[in-house]
């Protein structure tokens, strides 16, 4: 996969691309390319966004995401998503790519069984995160 430039910020995005490249080869993925970038579903539920920047969002669920508050607010490359349930994460490195990878593979299994929650409500993340 090519190494993408957003017009704006001029950021290369190959830590992004490295990491779609990879998810495509994953088999409970599937791609899905939209005007807003790529995405990828899993059990009919799109869980990760791509949109061509050095940020990647994921479908975590509020209930995972308030469970894993303190951690999720130590780790200063992750913050709120746009939606609820979602986080959005700067990946610029390797290191950054692999954490990214695993909380892929925490989201689909909380996909698979539904046990993640609800999407919709409001998370407990203190609002000093969600603003930034």
Do not use: Y
């Amino acid at each position: 996969m090519p190494v993408l430039r957003t017009r704006a910020s001029g950021h290369s995005t190959e830590g992004v691309a490295n990491v779609a490249a990879q998810l495509i080869c994953w088999p409970d993925l599937a791609l899905k390319r939209t005007r807003r970038g790529l995405g990828f579903r899993t059990h009919g539920r799109e869980i990760v966004r791509m949109p061509g920047d050095n940020t990647a969002e994921l479908l975590l669920t509020t209930a995972v995401i308030d469970r894993w508050a303190r951690v999720l607010t130590d780790c200063h490359r992750i913050t709120p998503g746009t939606d609820a349930g979602w986080v959005s994460m700067d990946i610029e490195g390797r290191a950054d790519a692999e954490l990214f990878l695993s909380l892929v593979s925490v989201a689909i299994k909380v996909s698979e069984g539904r046990e993640g929650g609800s999407v919709g409500r409001g998370s407990r993340w203190p609002a000093s995160r969600r603003n930034r």
